[in-house]
């Protein structure tokens, strides 16, 4: 996995300051008073909530069955408490705007709107398209490497990285999956499996970064790499889901394997004669401008549109070109392997 890859998946989770516990918003006396006065009375201005009518862990109040949360908002794990912060957070920025001050972040976040219950309604699209990318990726890549390409008379694949490409487009499906449900609703365990799946693929993709670099074909020298980053990212996630979740240190730790991945594809780019070497530094340079989206960090256009949201889109088109570069690879390899058998 490339520069850009380590920085589409782990700034796609982290993104999302979720870190982050105070914002000016939360501060802001007019706002916290309107949500004290919504917990207790259930209503912003003149509109009232029906989940104000429940306990915090979605039991009724009253004992009235027909009261009873419905279960597309249990799913959601919408409360009282977190409507009424949503609708202080809208009426706040609507007097702001009429002052003419700019948007400010609450807890961490900025003021988007909500469509069906969705926290960042754009995110969570781009999030799916990237997604299905890389399905489309993995897929063109399974039917390349088993149905178009050459085989050896075993019928096993004359390219020595099937399998980890295998596993690499399952981790970074299921990673892509795992943000667009945190971009859904951030709760303690959509962070926890959105972090997990990301350490993973970040860890996983660290591996074959250095398998495919250095081309590593004995077995004792690939259990020499593997083994102390497997280790690491094996215990990295059971702190965050059996100990603490801390946001610091996970982030840390992402940034060391991101960066070695860096410092791996881009020596082996800069070194190695390979026909379709171009994509990768295409895709290298082209994650790194990207992270200007997340540095130059705006307030949602329209209440839909912020700066990771458009950094969303950057990363489409460059996950769809590094398998590009994946598959010409396996074409480079398997030729060279193939003439030698002739």
């Known amino acids: 996995m490339k520069f850009s890859n380590w920085l589409l998946l782990f700034f ?13 918003g939360d501060a802001d006396p007019i706002y916290r008073d309107c949500v004290e006065h919504c917990e207790l009375t259930g209503c912003v201005g003149s509109e ?17 069955w027909y ?7 249990k799913w959601k794990h919408w409360d009282c408490s977190s409507d009424c912060r949503y609708n202080c957070m809208l009426t706040r920025e609507e007097e702001r705007r009429v002052f003419g001050e700019k948007p400010i972040k609450y807890h961490g976040r900025w003021p988007f709107l909500r469509v069906y219950g969705i926290q960042e309604p754009v995110a969570v699209a781009l999030s799916a398209l990237n997604l299905a990318v890389q399905f489309q990726g993995w897929m063109s890549f399974f039917i390349l490497v088993y149905y178009k390409l050459p085989m050896m008379h075993d019928q096993k694949t004359y390219y020595d990285y099937t399998s980890l490409w ?6 970074a499906m ?6 667009a449900i945190l971009h859904t609703r951030d709760l303690d365990v959509t962070e926890k499996l959105g972090y997990s799946s990301s350490v993973t693929l970040l860890g996983f ?43 610091g240190l996970n982030m840390k730790v992402c940034s060391a394997m991101g960066v070695a991945q860096f410092l791996v594809w881009a020596v082996w780019t800069g070194m190695c004669p390979h ?5 990768s530094r295409v895709v290298v340079f082209g994650g790194a401008l990207s992270i200007l989206l997340l540095i130059y960090d705006f307030p949602p256009y329209w209440g839909y549109v912020d700066a990771h949201a458009l950094w969303h889109a950057t990363t489409i088109p460059l ?22 058998d002739e």
Request: hydrophobic share 50%; aromatic share 16%.
């Open 12 to 24: 796609a989770l982290f993104g999302i300051p979720a870190a982050i516990k105070a914002s000016e």
């Open 48 to 64: 009232c909530f029906q989940l104000c009518q429940f306990t915090a862990d979605g039991n009724i109040s009253d004992g009235q």
């Open 67 to 73: 009261l009873q949360e419905p279960l597309y908002l």
């Open 166 to 171: 295998h596993m690499y487009g399952i981790l």
């Open 174 to 179: 299921n990673c892509w999956f795992w943000a």
């Open 205 to 247: 993709g660290l591996v074959l970064a250095i398998f495919r670099a250095f081309s590593l074909k004995n077995e004792a020298a690939k259990v020499m790499v593997g083994a102390p980053i497997i280790a690491l990212v094996i215990a990295h996630i059971l702190y965050l889901n059996l100990y603490y979740l801390d946001h």
């Open 275 to 279: 026909p379709s070497r171009w994509k």
């Open 319 to 340: 996950s769809y070109l590094w398998w590009s570069f994946i598959k010409d690879d396996a074409e480079y390899i398997t030729l060279i392997r193939s003439k030698k």
